[in-house]
């Protein structure tokens, strides 16, 4: 039987895990500038947390096989650390938990993702969400995310409901 529940912190061990199980798709895609391993250590999870990133995680059977993260920033909720384990991937895992995640808001969501990272794109796109023009995705990353230029170079935005075409 699977759920969909809130994440607490005796979970934290194996929300790390799935993130970086999950995050080995991006081993050379991504810059290589970009990649650290492991791709989110200890100390970068509780900062998240700590920021105010909710996680909640799809269990099967008793264990977790899919994480996603919601931070409320401002007027908007972003979508943060989306992760499914590579052999639950494609199974509706991270639609479910990103249904979940919608029907808790009432606002505008986002989600940055790499530029390179066309399998993520894609996801987000076929649950209703719009790239946000180059020039936008600018101006809502520095105001929504803390991150590096560099990592602004290299993301993308998806929004839903989309903007309207500037």
Not at 55 to 78: H, I, K, N, S, T
Not at 101 to 114: A, E, K, N, P, Q
Not at 116 to 131: K, P, S, T
Request: with cysteine; aromatic share 10%; charged share 25%.
């Amino acid at each position: 039987m699977s759920t969909i529940r809130a994440c607490g912190e005796d979970d934290h061990t194996v929300v790390l895990a799935i993130i970086n199980a999950a995050a080995e798709a991006y081993r050379g895609v991504i810059p290589a500038d970009r990649w650290h391993d492991p791709y989110m250590p200890q100390s970068e999870l509780d900062s998240e947390i700590a920021a105010g990133v909710a996680f909640w995680g799809y269990e099967d059977d008793g264990a977790l096989v899919g994480v996603m993260g919601v931070q409320p920033v401002r007027d908007v909720d972003l979508i943060r650390h989306a992760y499914v384990l590579p052999g639950r991937q494609r199974h509706g895992v991270g639609g479910a938990l990103l249904g979940h995640l919608r029907r808790l808001s009432t606002r505008r969501m986002l989600v940055g993702t790499w530029a390179a990272a066309d399998w993520a794109i894609r996801f987000y796109q076929r649950h209703g969400f719009e790239l946000a023009s180059p020039e936008r995705k600018i101006e809502l990353l520095k105001t929504y995310w803390t991150i590096p230029d560099r990592q602004i170079e290299t993301s993308v935005v998806l929004a839903d409901p989309p903007f309207d075409p500037a």
